[in-house]
């Protein structure tokens, strides 16, 4: 059985190991280790993790979060067409162009409500 074939992909993976593994590793023995409360405190949403469950929080946090996903799958969204664009023609291309005006739509809605002016 011949695995050269096989070579590349395991190189990629190991490379990509290493990348991933190597700098946290030289951080975790090379870094300085000087804890204090702050840094070991938890923090999240811009709030204490501890507090009452029923308190008051900015709902700007959910905005932003919205607008990452939208605006995360636009992208999504736009790979596969450009790839696939000869294929699809100028009917995919049309369809895109009335996707990308109805988040540039909800993007300019979105900024006039403030939505983006972060206090």
């Known amino acids: ?3 050269q074939p096989y070579l590349p992909v395991i190189l990629f993976i190991l490379v ?6 190597l700098p946290q590793a030289i951080g975790f023995v090379l ?5 204090d409360a702050a840094k070991n405190s938890p923090y999240e ?3 204490e993790a501890f507090e009452d469950a029923r308190m008051k929080f900015d709902v700007r946090y959910y905005l ?5 996903i939208l605006f995360d799958l ?7 067409w450009a790839v696939s664009l000869r294929e699809i023609g100028a009917a995919g291309f049309w ?8 988040l540039v739509v909800g993007f300019v809605y979105e900024w006039k409500k403030g939505a983006l002016d972060w206090e």
């Open 64 to 68: 932003v979060a919205i607008l990452f």
């Open 1 to 3: 059985m011949d695995l």
């Open 31 to 35: 870094g300085p280790r000087r804890p």
């Open 16 to 21: 990509g190991v290493a990348v991933g593994v």
């Open 45 to 47: 949403c811009g709030f």
């Open 95 to 102: 369809a895109m162009m009335l996707f990308l005006g109805i």
């Open 74 to 80: 636009e992208i999504a969204f736009l790979f596969p």
